[in-house]
């Protein structure tokens, strides 16, 4: 966490340099915009499109800034979420599998910021199984969610805690690249941006959480834990 927060100051700080001349380029092409007739004016609307693009990617790397909107929610009802969408995205390739604890009480967090943390994991699990489920081969979330008693975040001692877990039965994640999956840039995909687990992570400490990854070779397991009070 302490390598994860110095790396993210060092991001910030260079995403405001980039960000800072962009308006001005963007501006700068408006104008000539302006001045030019419209077949000319094709290049202009580039260089336009492209600033939005670049911006739009810098924030990304700054990440949310939004205050939390904290209410009292049930985190079946937000797995429930992420699982319609995961079908929706795979055309039911894959086999979602549930195993809830329905005794965990409400967790009081913002539900739209955790539906996209949960939906972030969700997602890489489901590139992760695209080539089974093409093949016809078993490909399968398992989704489990448990209570823990007594357990240190950070350090902070929580009476008790929800701890979520998503596994895969994909490939798993190479050993070497494992322990920077959660820095931003990293990715392990060409197309990839390398900020989903990065703002994922970023989600759950806002919530006074931790994420977690185990990895092996037709076990992949993305672990949250949640405070059940804060």
């Known amino acids: 966490h302490e390598n994860q927060e110095t790396a993210k100051i060092l991001i910030r700080g260079l995403a405001h340099e980039i960000k ?18 419209e077949e000319q004016s094709e290049y202009t609307q580039v260089i336009i499109d492209e600033t939005d693009r670049l911006r739009s990617l810098v924030d990304r790397l700054l990440g949310t800034h939004k205050a939390l909107n904290l209410a009292e929610i049930n ?3 937000i797995l ?19 195993d809830y604890d329905p005794s965990i009480p409400e967790i009081l967090g913002d539900k739209s910021q955790l539906i996209q943390g949960f939906l972030n994991i969700a997602k890489n699990a489901l590139q992760a199984l695209e080539k089974q489920a093409q093949a016809g081969e078993d490909a399968s979330i398992t989704i489990r969610t448990r209570t823990l008693r007594q357990f240190t975040i950070g350090q902070t001692r929580h009476r008790l805690v ?4 998503l596994i895969d039965n ?12 959660f820095y931003p840039m990293i990715s392990g995909r060409a197309e990839g941006t390398g900020l989903g687990l990065s703002i994922t992570q970023s989600i759950f400490t806002k ?15 993305f672990i949250v834990y949640l405070p059940l009070e804060l």
Not at 81 to 91: F, K, M, N, P, Y
Not at 162 to 165: D, K, L, N
């Open 170 to 181: 994909g490939p798993g994640i190479d050993k070497n690249f494992i322990q920077n999956i």
């Open 75 to 77: 985190i079946h009802e």
């Open 80 to 98: 429930e979420r992420v699982c319609a969408l995961i079908l929706a995205e795979s055309g039911k390739s894959i086999r979602i599998v549930k």
């Open 207 to 221: 919530h006074h959480g931790l994420v977690e990854c185990e990895s092996q070779p037709g076990h992949t397991s």
């Open 162 to 165: 929800a701890r979520i877990e």
């Open 20 to 37: 800072n001349p962009l308006g001005g380029i963007r501006g700068a092409a408006q104008l000539l915009a302006s001045e030019l007739d």
